[in-house]
């Protein structure tokens, strides 16, 4: 449908990263792909991304 996310550890201490594991197990169970995760693309391709869409960056 086009949807696109982004997994996030909402970690508030370096220790807390080690939740974007589970981040991508949800994901995975749920069929997300790495085209659909915002976060697995390069700068250059998320910023021709964003300048792509009226009202971003």
Do not use: F
Not at 5 to 21: K, N
Not at 23 to 52: F, H, K, M, Y
């Amino acid at each position: 449908m086009g949807c696109l996310v982004a997994i996030d550890s909402d970690a508030h201490d370096i220790h807390e990263l080690d939740y974007l594991r589970w981040g991508v197990s949800q994901a995975r169970r749920a069929w997300i792909g790495p085209e659909s995760v915002v976060n697995t693309r390069s700068r250059d391709e998320l910023l021709a991304w964003a300048a792509g869409k009226p009202g971003r960056i």
